[in-house]
C-alpha cells in the first residue's frame, strides 16, 4: 500500500490504494448530498418525537402532538354530527304535513332516510323498495298502501310497525281463516269473486254465488267494491296490485290459512329523527300522499 497523497491531475487526494500503479482518488461528498442528507437525519428525529413512529407489541410510540388517523377519523365524525345535530332537531320538532315546503329539510331528511332504508329496511322490502311477493313484503315504490300513504301515516307505520309483539301500539289486525266458516266450494266461488273485482280471468256464475258470500265474510275488512280498508290493513282487491299474488290458487291459500305480515317497531331503535327521515324518503317513493282535506 502507498501512501496517501496529492494527485496531480485533479489535486484531489488519493486513498492510499494502489493495484499495479492505479490509483484511487478521496473524492469528498458533494456538500449539497451531505448537507441533504443531515437534513433528513434531523427530519427524522423531530417526526420521532412528534408523531407515532416506532412499533410496540400493541400499536406504536404516540408522538407528543398526540395525533392519529383514529382521532383524525372521531373529529371528522364529531364535525358532521354537529352539522347534522342542527337539521335532526329541526326535522324532529317540524310539523310533518309542513316538511315538504320547508326545501332544505325535507332533502336532508330524504337523504338521511335513503342510508337508513339501506341499512334497517332493504333487508324486507329489497334495496329498491320493490318489497318481495313470496315472503308478503309490500313494495313501497307504488302508490297503493295498505295502512296509509301520508307522511304521518308512514311516520306512525314505521315507530310502531305491523303486527309485532314488541310494542302495543303496532298497528293490528287479523283476517279470520275460512277454512271450515265457508265449504271448499263457498270458498272457490268468493276467489272467483275477488278475481272479478280487478277483471282477472273468472267463472261469472261462480263469482255472482260469490258475491253474497263477499258481502257477508269480507266487505267489513275489505269493502263493499273491494276497495280495502287502511284502518285495519286489508288490502285493495280491485287494484292490479296484490300483497300474496292474484293467482287463483294463492287467493284460496290466503283465505284458508290466512297469512299475515310482522314488521318490527323502529321508533326506539332509530329514534324521532330517523323515522321521520326515512319515512320522508318511503313517502318520495310511493309518489308522495297528501293528507285527504287538501
Ligand atoms: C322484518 C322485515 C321488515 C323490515 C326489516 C321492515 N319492514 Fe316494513 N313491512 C314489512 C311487512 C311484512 C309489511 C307488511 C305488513 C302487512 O302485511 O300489513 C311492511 C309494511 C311496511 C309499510 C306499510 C306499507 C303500506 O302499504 O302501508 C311501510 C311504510 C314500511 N313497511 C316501511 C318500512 C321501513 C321504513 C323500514 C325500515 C326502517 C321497514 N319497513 C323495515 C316487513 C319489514
Ligand atoms: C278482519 C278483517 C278481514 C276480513 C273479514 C277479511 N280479510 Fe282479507 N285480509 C285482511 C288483511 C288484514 C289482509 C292482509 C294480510 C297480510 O298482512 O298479508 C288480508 C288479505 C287478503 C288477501 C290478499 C290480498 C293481496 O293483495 O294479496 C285476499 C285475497 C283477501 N284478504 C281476501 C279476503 C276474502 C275473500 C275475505 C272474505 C271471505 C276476507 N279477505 C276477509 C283482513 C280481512
Redesign the pocket.
Known amino acids: 500500500m502507498a501512501d496517501r497523497k496529492i494527485d496531480p491531475e485533479t489535486g484531489t487526494e488519493t486513498t492510499g490504494h494502489d493495484w499495479d500503479g492505479i490509483e484511487e482518488l478521496n473524492t469528498p461528498l458533494p456538500r449539497w448530498w451531505l448537507w441533504t442528507f443531515y437534513g433528513t437525519i434531523v427530519w427524522g428525529v423531530i417526526y420521532v418525537i412528534l408523531f407515532p413512529a416506532w412499533p410496540l407489541v400493541n400499536g406504536a410510540t404516540s408522538g407528543i402532538l398526540g395525533w392519529s388517523t383514529r382521532g383524525d377519523v372521531a373529529a371528522e365524525t364529531e364535525r358532521v354530527a354537529l352539522s347534522n345535530a342542527d337539521m335532526n332537531d329541526s326535522l324532529v320538532a317540524v310539523d310533518l304535513a309542513a316538511l315538504e315546503e320547508n326545501e332544505d329539510l325535507h332533502r336532508f331528511a330524504v337523504q338521511a332516510g335513503a342510508s337508513?332504508?339501506r341499512t334497517?329496511?332493504s333487508?324486507?322490502?329489497g334495496a329498491g323498495a320493490a318489497g318481495v311477493q313470496a315472503s308478503?313484503?309490500?313494495n313501497?315504490l307504488d302508490d297503493?298502501?295498505?295502512?296509509?300513504?301520508t307522511i304521518e301515516d308512514?311516520v306512525y307505520?314505521?315507530r310502531h310497525g305491523?303486527r309485532n309483539e314488541d310494542d302495543p301500539d303496532a298497528r293490528w289486525s287479523e283476517m279470520p281463516a275460512f277454512d271450515g266458516i265457508l265449504s271448499d266450494e263457498e270458498i272457490t266461488a268468493v276467489t272467483h269473486h275477488v278475481r272479478s273485482l280487478s277483471d282477472l280471468e273468472h267463472d261469472a256464475e261462480a263469482a255472482a254465488f260469490g258475491s253474497d258470500l263477499y258481502l257477508d265474510n269480507c266487505a267489513s275488512c275489505h269493502g263493499d267494491n273491494g276497495l280495502g280498508d287502511r284502518f285495519v290493513?286489508a288490502p285493495n282487491l280491485a287494484d292490479a296490485i296484490w300483497?300474496r299474488g292474484g293467482s287463483q290458487e294463492a287467493i284460496e291459500a290466503q283465505l284458508r290459512a290466512p297469512r299475515?305480515?310482522?314488521?318490527?317497531p323502529?321508533g326506539e331503535r332509530?329514534g324521532e329523527a330517523e323515522v321521520r327521515a326515512?319515512?320522508a324518503y318511503?313517502h318520495g317513493l310511493g309518489g308522495g300522499e297528501r293528507p285527504a282535506s287538501e
Open positions: 337508513v332504508f334497517y329496511c333487508q324486507c322490502h308478503g313484503y309490500p313501497l297503493d298502501w295498505l295502512w296509509g300513504g308512514i307505520t314505521v305491523i290493513g300483497l299475515h305480515g310482522v314488521m318490527p323502529w332509530l326515512v319515512s318511503v
